[in-house]
């Protein structure tokens, strides 16, 4: 059996897909282009992809070999998953492991940007902290606030169970109203326009589909306070860039965090990096070394009992894949 994997990944992970398997391993720390991804996989059985590599018809299409694609990444917006059901390719993704370090770093941008913490931080090394000033860095208050969860699924969840350590009013949306955690949380169902309209931090926690895909534009961004901040650890296309750059820009809210960006990465040059309003990091929600350990051992798990013929812990589409070739 032979296994290409796009990245150097934990080696926990590399060693479980040797035990059985040729594992070939791009080797830069950049993603393989198309070309190079075609040569890395040419004669694969499996697949290890990063969210970074768009797996579509067309790729699957120049490496007819593969029979599975395992995604080390709980979102899947990067592989077409229908052109892998009807070419017979199982897709499997690492959910789970990775809710819990996702949520505390949501929480760490939140109160980072509440509370001002970078450009405080900075202000120190450039040599500027000459005494305790009443009115500097000023923030705003994360205890016994609002938060609006958009997306209650395992990690708002895990997000909503924090900040109710921090006695916050907690709002969610979704798909539907979700009664069964809705105690569990302390949370409460309402519709979109009323959230954005009564959260003082929203944070955003939906999978990036055609649906979800710039759901935060100019217009949501009105109906937030001016106080409101925006936090982002889904997927960066969530969100509108330029009509967020303008809203921070002209103080329609207050500021934002932003582990994921919509280009991704940012360029160092782009308009939202000089706003002293926002924080970006570079999606790094999951990466603890724990985390990314079990992410890298669940994507092998996966991609091996694939390969075998076995149902893996977290496929996307092996009930599909099997149909498929059923009929
Ligand atoms: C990271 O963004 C992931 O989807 O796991």
Same mark, same amino acid.
Request: with cysteine; proline share 6%.
């Given at each position: 059996?032979?296994?290409? %994997?796009?990245?150097?990944?934990? $080696?926990?992970?590399?060693?479980?897909?040797?035990?059985?398997?040729?594992?070939?391993?791009?080797?830069?720390?950049?993603?393989?282009?198309?070309?190079?991804?075609?040569?890395?996989?040419?004669?694969?059985?499996?697949?290890?992809?990063?969210?970074?590599?768009?797996?579509?018809?067309?790729?699957? #299409?120049?490496?007819?070999?593969? *029979? !599975?694609?395992?995604?080390?990444?709980?979102?899947?917006?990067?592989?077409?998953?229908?052109?892998?059901?009807?070419?017979? %390719?199982?897709?499997?993704?690492?959910? $789970?492991?990775?809710?819990?370090?996702?949520?505390?770093?949501?929480?760490?941008?939140?109160?980072?940007?509440?509370?001002?913490?970078?450009?405080?931080?900075?202000?120190?090394?450039?040599?500027?902290?000459?005494?305790?000033?009443?009115?500097?860095?000023?923030?705003?208050?994360?205890?016994?606030?609002?938060?609006?969860?958009?997306?209650?699924?395992?990690?708002?969840? !895990?997000?909503?169970?924090?900040?109710?350590?921090?006695?916050?009013?907690?709002?969610?949306?979704?798909?539907? =109203?979700?009664?069964?955690?809705?105690?569990?949380?302390?949370?409460?169902?309402?519709?979109? #326009?009323?959230?954005?309209?009564?959260? $003082?931090?929203?944070?955003?926690?939906?999978?990036?589909?055609?649906?979800?895909?710039?759901?935060?534009?100019?217009?949501?961004?009105?109906?937030?306070?001016?106080? !409101?901040?925006?936090?982002?650890?889904?997927?960066?296309?969530?969100?509108?860039?330029?009509?967020? !750059?303008?809203?921070?820009?002209?103080?329609?809210?207050?500021?934002?965090?932003? #582990?994921?960006? $919509?280009?991704?990465?940012? =360029?160092? #040059?782009?308009?939202?990096? *000089?706003? =002293?309003?926002?924080?970006?990091?570079?999606?790094?929600?999951?990466?603890?070394?724990?985390?990314?350990?079990?992410?890298?051992?669940?994507?092998?798990?996966?991609?091996?009992?694939?390969?075998?013929?076995?149902? =893996?812990?977290?496929?996307?589409?092996?009930?599909?894949?099997?149909?498929?070739?059923?009929?």
């Amino acid at each position: 059996m032979r296994i290409a %994997v796009t990245r150097r990944i934990p $080696d926990a992970g590399l060693a479980l897909l040797a035990e059985a398997a040729e594992v070939v391993v791009w080797p830069k720390s950049l993603p393989p282009n198309r070309e190079e991804l075609i040569g890395l996989t040419a004669g694969a059985d499996g697949l290890l992809t990063l969210l970074t590599e768009r797996v579509d018809g067309e790729l699957l #299409d120049a490496v007819p070999t593969v *029979r !599975a694609v395992s995604n080390m990444a709980v979102g899947y917006d990067n592989i077409d998953v229908e052109a892998a059901t009807t070419r017979g %390719v199982v897709v499997c993704i690492t959910p $789970d492991v990775l809710t819990e370090t996702t949520a505390d770093f949501t929480f760490a941008l939140l109160l980072a940007v509440a509370r001002r913490v970078k450009p405080a931080a900075d202000a120190v090394l450039r040599g500027e902290w000459k005494t305790w000033e009443p009115l500097g860095f000023l923030g705003q208050d994360v205890y016994g606030s609002t938060l609006g969860i958009i997306g209650m699924g395992r990690i708002g969840q !895990a997000v909503a169970r924090r900040a109710r350590g921090f006695a916050m009013t907690i709002l969610y949306t979704d798909q539907a =109203p979700r009664p069964e955690i809705e105690n569990e949380v302390g949370a409460r169902f309402v519709g979109i #326009d009323q959230l954005l309209r009564e959260s $003082d931090v929203v944070s955003l926690h939906v999978p990036l589909t055609r649906e979800t895909r710039k759901m935060i534009g100019a217009e949501q961004l009105r109906m937030m306070k001016r106080s !409101a901040i925006l936090i982002n650890t889904a997927r960066g296309g969530v969100i509108d860039t330029e009509a967020l !750059a303008d809203a921070l820009e002209s103080g329609t809210i207050w500021a934002a965090g932003l #582990d994921v960006t $919509d280009p991704e990465p940012l =360029p160092a #040059d782009h308009r939202l990096l *000089r706003l =002293p309003n926002v924080l970006v990091t570079p999606h790094i929600a999951s990466a603890s070394e724990v985390t990314r350990t079990r992410m890298a051992r669940l994507a092998a798990e996966n991609l091996l009992a694939a390969l075998r013929g076995e149902r =893996p812990p977290r496929s996307i589409n092996w009930e599909a894949v099997r149909g498929h070739a059923q009929s």
